[in-house]
């Protein structure tokens, strides 16, 4: 199965806890020199819809896209249980940014994030000639001259440097292999009742910061870490649109 699927172990992983969660969003708005009030944002990739909530409590507006259906109605879900509490609006799509209609102007967000291996993501049924920049071009659509893109990923050396290819999550055993072919690192989730496949390309900061060019966005800095650690393998690049 799709690592993204229903019952995804996504949907519980240890790490992603309302607390870190808010200190993600701090983070960004530490990296950009602060977001202003009511600011939209696009969050790409945006799973179960964490980021999004986060920053809808805060009084901002965001749309979150993500081509699974089972985090959209997770998302969807959540956003139901806090509407009392959500000073901002926070609406959910299920799609591909490149693809999809987001109802959206051209040039209105303030920001667009992709975070926690989002981008690269090979495991949504994507041919292998389909292209990284896709997503990127996609973020300079939406985003404002002037405004953010904050994209989080595992740094390429270091991740293959530090691989851990095998461990245990709770009740779920995780396996990883690195492909040298393709640039794709592969992992595997298996527990007591279902199997669930993540694969995703890796990046070098070079890279990455080449693709934000091609894609009008200048790179304002490049961070050798997660927003939040761990993991200890992640790098941040902070870019901005140009006009």
Request: aromatic residues 6%; glycine residues 8%; negative net charge.
């Amino acid at each position: 199965m799709n690592f993204f699927d229903d019952g995804s172990p996504y949907l519980s992983h240890p790490l992603l806890t309302p607390d870190r969660t808010s200190a993600e969003i701090d983070r960004i708005g530490e990296l950009i020199d602060g977001l202003a009030d009511h600011s939209l944002v696009v969050d790409l990739g945006c799973g179960f819809g964490r980021h999004c909530l986060e920053l809808a409590s805060r009084g901002h507006h965001a749309v979150g896209i993500d081509p699974s259906a089972a985090m959209i109605a997770a998302a969807e879900a959540s956003r139901a249980a806090l509407s009392s509490s959500l000073e901002g609006t926070a609406r959910f799509i299920v799609g591909s940014a490149d693809t999809t209609e987001l109802g959206l102007e051209p040039a209105s967000a303030d920001l667009a994030v992709c975070l926690f291996t989002t981008f690269g993501q090979r495991s949504q049924s994507l041919p292998p000639s389909a292209s990284t920049t896709d997503l990127l071009q996609a973020a300079a659509r939406f985003v404002k001259p002037g405004g953010w893109l904050v994209v989080e990923v595992p740094d390429r050396q270091r991740t293959i440097d530090g691989l851990v290819t095998s461990e245990q999550l709770g009740p779920t055993a995780v396996s990883r292999r690195f492909d040298d072919d393709t640039g794709v690192l592969h992992e595997r989730f298996e527990n007591p009742t279902s199997t669930f496949d993540l694969a995703y390309e890796l990046f070098s900061a070079n890279e990455l910061e080449d693709l934000l060019e091609t894609a009008g966005f200048a790179t304002a800095q490049v961070v050798p870490a997660a927003l939040v650690p761990p993991p200890p393998t992640f790098m941040t690049v902070v870019g901005r649109r140009q006009s």
